[in-house]
Structure formats: structure tokens, C-alpha cells
């Protein structure tokens, strides 16, 4: 203090005050006030009342760190979820059109996947040359073809069903290829594809198509700038927000921090390295080994995942749903790869509807009142004519078999009509 007390009686006085243990005289500050919780800025593209629900979760939950030590947390599906388009596809594009995947050793593509059928092994290994040291996809077409239509549509050009023998609920092969084939390059390097494709795909003008191969595929990406607003807004509330995404990991770390959301916060399918290179062969979660390549982060993977690297999980109690303490707040996803993370948020769930049968099912039947539904915010969806066929076939089951959707205690979710479009 600058200044003197004139007495003991004096000095007890400014202590107490200062402890707010007697009022303070007329001079005396008033006590500051929390500071407000933050809303989101953007309106414009949200349905119905979710803008407000979404800023009645982030007041609600805001406080959450100071009260009880722990930030909430907040999880996104990368691809038309935060952006338009699909980040993966844009980066294999990129890979093709500039020579940038290797041929497997040997040229055996099995090693490239344990699910790729011996037929689709044999289809790209008599389209793509074997002594070179990356393939010349650029310029010739019929590799590229090969390679596209395995990665795109799970088949040969011929037809043949590409990829076999995995459970349906914890990873889709043709996602993982996408990794797998960065096989002999360094993170560094694969991140540095990813950002080539990014300045590519967002300046290309909105609607943009680019040439693979023989055939004219998907130039463009473009941020929500709806989710990157969520995003920042849950940020500013003290919200852990983590990105949980079935492209590479190289390639969402590059994207994610375009929303301001750091690598160490993201989740993607992660390759095993050897010598500081990428392989072919995965890292595992739950009960699933490092190398087993079975357990993406796709559907009930996401879960583990999830569970695994945010929550601290370990063993098989990563695939299980964990007490509501240890699961996320909040979640949105776009898609049924998607399902079981935004089914274990406790607060609220956020769907944008691009027409996906198992997600809309149990987003519109909305069971416990969590779940919004927004339409996508660019190019949104048209109203789906029929119902989702809930009842019937809404569900795919792990051996690939359409289901009926069911409920927690096993009755069936019947037909959902499409409302929000």
C-alpha cells in the first residue's frame, strides 16, 4: 500500500471489507460479476430454434471447468459435418493426379489391405506398373481408373467386389485404403499433400469438378462457417472440442486447424510407422492390437476411439459406452458412421440431415429429446419423397445385413418421415 493507516480500527475496517466480510462505504467497487457466457454470432443457415438450444447447452455447461475441475467436452465428425465435401476424397484425388502413390513392394496389393479381395488385388495389379517407384496416375488412366474405383465404389472396374471379410460396425475398408496407401511417406509429407489439396479445393470456385483418371470428380471444398463459429464459441466457453474424423489423421490435422482446433485434438485413422514412415498396417484400439487393422475410427470405432485417447479408457472398456461423466456433452455428426459417438453425448446432438437411414431414424424419433436436426448449409438435401424405412432396413448389422432399427430395450424405431430439409 502507498498509503498510511491512521489506526488499528482502521486498518480491521479495509481488511474486512476487503474479505467482503462488511459492507464496503459508497467508494467501495461493487463485487465484478462471471462473465457472461458466449453465444454464437452467425445465425443465418440454422433451423428452427437449434441456434438458441445450442446457446442454452454452451450457458448451461460453461461454468463446468471452475465447478468441477474438468472441461466439457465437445466432439465433431470432420467431413460434411464442419466442411462441405469430403477432405479424404480430396487428398486421393490430389495423390492421383500428381503421381504421389507408391506401388506395395513386390507389387502385391493384399499388402495393402487384409480386406482386399484376391480379384481386386489382381485388377490393380495388372492396371498400375510395378518398377517404378511412385505410379505415373497422371498420365496413365487405366492405373488411375483401377485405383479410383476400388477407393470409391468398394469394386473393380470389372465389377468384382474390392474389399471383404470385416465387421461392418468398426471400419470400412475403402476409408482405410485411403491411409494405407500413404505407405513409405512420412507424416510431414503427408501432411504437406493435405495442404496442396486444401488450397486447391478451397479456391476452386463452389460447384467445381476436377479430372482423375478417365473420369471428372468432386475440385471443391468449403468451411461452415456456421460449425466454425460453434466451434469457437464452445472454445470461449472453456468447452474441450475435439475433432473425430474417417480420413487420415495427417490429412484432418491440416483441415482441423482451419477452425482453430489443434492437432493434438483431433482423431483420424493412424497408421503404424517404421523408420519414421508411414505402413500399410493401422494402430489399434479396445481389444484391437496395433497392426490388426480392424478398429477405424467409423461407427462403433469412433466410440472406442473416443473413449481411448479423450477419456483415458483403456482395454475393452473402450468399446463399451461409459458412465455419462466420462462421455461428451456434445456431438454432431452428418452420417451413420457417426452413430454411436452422438448417440453417448448427454446434452445435445446435433445432425446435419443428408438423407443417412440409421441417423435420421433415431435423430427424428429423438427418443430422449437430445437430438437436433439442422440441414446442411451448403447445398442442402431435398425432402426424402418416402420415410426412412426404419422398421425394415434402416440398420446395416456388423456382417453387412440391413436391420431394423431398434431401440435400447430392442423394439423396433418405426418409419421416420423427412421433416427437415
Known amino acids: 500500500m502507498n498509503h498510511r493507516l491512521r489506526t488499528s480500527a482502521a486498518a480491521a475496517a479495509l481488511v474486512l471489507a476487503v474479505a467482503g466480510l462488511v459492507t464496503a462505504g459508497p467508494a467501495q467497487a461493487k463485487p465484478r460479476k ?44 470432420w467431413d460434411n459435418t464442419v466442411v462441405k465435401n469430403d477432405v479424404g476424397d480430396a487428398t486421393f484425388f490430389w ?37 517404378v517407384r511412385t505410379l505415373p ?5 487405366r492405373c488411375a481408373d483401377e485405383l479410383l474405383s476400388v477407393y470409391g465404389s468398394g469394386t473393380t472396374i470389372g465389377g468384382k467386389t474390392a474389399f471383404a471379410g470385416y465387421d461392418h460396425r468398426r471400419t470400412e475398408p475403402q476409408y482405410a485404403w485411403l491411409a494405407q496407401l500413404l505407405h513409405g511417406w512420412t507424416t510431414r509429407q503427408a501432411e504437406s499433400f493435405a495442404a496442396a489439396a ?16 478417365s473420369s471428372k470428380v468432386t475440385g471443391w471444398v468449403r468451411y461452415y462457417e456456421q ?10 466457453a472453456g468447452f474441450d472440442v475435439r475433432i473425430v474424423s474417417a480420413s487420415p ?10 477452425v482453430g482446433v489443434d492437432p493434438s485434438h483431433t482423431l483420424g485413422i493412424r497408421n503404424t510407422t517404421e523408420h519414421g ?16 487393422d480392424t478398429m477405424i475410427t467409423y461407427i462403433d470405432g469412433k466410440r472406442c476411439w473416443i473413449n481411448q485417447e479423450i477419456f483415458g479408457v483403456r482395454g475393452p472398456a473402450a468399446e463399451r459406452v461409459q458412465p455419462a461423466a466420462r462421455r461428451q456433452v456434445f456431438a454432431a455428426g452428418d452420417s451413420d458412421t457417426d452413430i454411436s459417438f452422438l448417440r453417448d453425448a448427454t446434452g445435445l446432438r446435433l445432425v446435419l440431415n443428408r438423407n443417412k437411414n440409421e ?15 439442422n440441414p446442411m448449409f451448403i447445398e442442402p438435401k431435398k425432402q426424402k419423397a418416402a420415410p426412412y424405412p426404419c422398421a425394415t432396413t434402416g440398420y446395416t448389422a456388423g456382417d453387412g445385413t440391413a436391420q431394423p432399427v431398434r431401440r435400447t430395450d430392442g423394439s423396433v424405431v418405426p418409419d421416420q418421415p423427412d421433416t427437415v430439409f
Open 34 to 77: 462471471p462473465a457472461e457466457c458466449p453465444t454464437l454470432t452467425v445465425s443465418d443457415g440454422w433451423h428452427g430454434d437449434n441456434k438458441a438450444r445450442i446457446d442454452a447447452l454452451i450457458a448451461e455447461h460453461c461454468g463446468d471447468r471452475a465447478k468441477t475441475g474438468r472441461k466439457p467436452v465437445a466432439v465433431f465428425d
Open 95 to 131: 495423390l492421383l493426379r500428381n503421381d504421389r502413390v507408391r506401388p506395395p513392394r513386390g507389387g502385391d496389393w493384399s499388402t495393402t489391405s487384409r480386406h482386399l479381395t484376391p480379384e481386386a488385388a489382381a485388377a490393380l495389379g495388372d492396371a498400375c506398373p510395378t518398377s
Open 137 to 141: 496416375t497422371s498420365t496413365d488412366t
Open 198 to 213: 486444401r488450397a486447391e479445393n478451397l479456391a476452386a470456385p463452389q460447384g467445381a469438378t476436377q479430372q482423375v483418371g
Open 227 to 236: 460449425q466454425r463459429d460453434l466451434i469457437h464459441t464452445l472454445q470461449a
Open 249 to 258: 489423421e495427417p490429412v484432418v490435422d491440416v483441415w482441423a486447424k482451419g
Open 277 to 292: 514412415r508411414l505402413t500399410s498396417h493401422l494402430k489399434g484400439c479396445g481389444t484391437v492390437r496395433d497392426g490388426e
Open 359 to 373: 441417423l435420421m431414424c433415431r435423430a427424428y424419433e429423438n427418443g430422449d429429446g437430445r437430438w437436433i436436426v
